[in-house]
């Protein structure tokens, strides 16, 4: 069973960057699509980010050119570079980890992130 442990969270004031990570526990890291989500109250869950094995990114476009994914398949880890950010980005953030062998989909506790002055 894999387990996703996500950091990088907190308080940040608006113009300022955080990098969450996410740290994979398994063997399958390099058969997994991960994606970086966000929730936050009276809003649906939202894409923000996700990378494929090969290393190809999609984000969303309230994100696109201020967020970067990355991933180290060597360490099993995927991160999220956030800058320039915005009060609207203020969310709990979660890592997703789907395996292209079989569809099967896990998820991380999620790390919180505030931005306000």
């Known amino acids: 069973q894999e387990q996703l442990a996500e950091s990088g969270g907190g308080l940040v004031q608006p113009g300022g960057s955080l990098r969450l990570s996410c740290a994979a526990s398994g063997s399958a890291f390099r058969f997994y699509v991960v994606g970086w989500y966000r929730h936050s109250p009276g809003k649906q869950r939202e894409l923000v980010a996700a990378?494929?094995?090969?290393?190809?990114?999609n984000y969303a476009a309230s994100v696109k050119s201020r967020f970067t994914i990355s991933r180290d398949n060597i360490n099993k880890m995927v991160y999220l570079q956030m800058n320039s950010l915005k009060p609207e980005d203020t969310a709990v953030y979660y890592c997703?980890?789907?395996?292209?062998?079989?569809?099967?989909?896990?998820w991380g506790q999620g790390t919180q992130v505030i931005v306000s002055s």
């Open positions: 990378i494929t094995v090969s290393k190809i990114t």
């Open positions: 997703n980890a789907r395996d292209l062998r079989d569809s099967s989909a896990y």
